[in-house]
């Protein structure tokens, strides 16, 4: 299986700065790139890819809008994602993964997008360079929206479920969606069908 942990970074997290511990995953074919603030600490995570805590409903989310089942994506008995399932799909379906932030502190111990200062936002241009099929940005959070907005010179903050064209480009499309985090007050069928809308658009 391949890897996609950073190593490097890892052993370069200290002083209560944490380097983003996963490499950018960016199939050449991608259409949508998904990115959301930083992965949650590594104790809450059940698999070493995007959205890794076993009660965050991404992946249920791309399993019912895909295959009509919530749990297509999902060991239930060993309480994990299925990882290498869940990069074929994406590669086929050209699916991009990061996050708006490749450097944070967090405030407290905990997941909460609340308390992470940004320390270092992602490259975005950098990111676009390498994906010539891209169509569109989507953040999943209100973090992911603020930050991308601020380090892209942005001045109006998408609302959830709408979109702007990026100021540097001409045809790719940020598109904000509600966090599919349990946190965010918003049911499950609503968060997928704000996703099914969005990626029945993109591909």
Known sequence: ?????????IARSKDGIEYHPLRPFLPENAKV????????QRKRWCMDFYYPNFINDHWRIEGQIFFGDKNHFVDLQAKRFKMVEIVAFCQEKGLAFFDTSTAIRRLQDNASDKFLEVVEPTDIPALLRQLPHLRAIVTTGEKATE???????????PKVNSSSVLPFTSSITL?????SSRAYPLSFDKKVEAYRQVLNLLI
């Open 33 to 40: 790139l998904f990115l959301g603030s930083f992965p949650p």
């Open 1 to 9: 299986m391949t890897s996609y942990l950073n190593t490097e970074n």
């Open 147 to 157: 930050t991308i907005c601020t380090s892209l010179g942005i001045p109006t903050i």
């Open 175 to 179: 598109w904000r969606l509600p966090s």
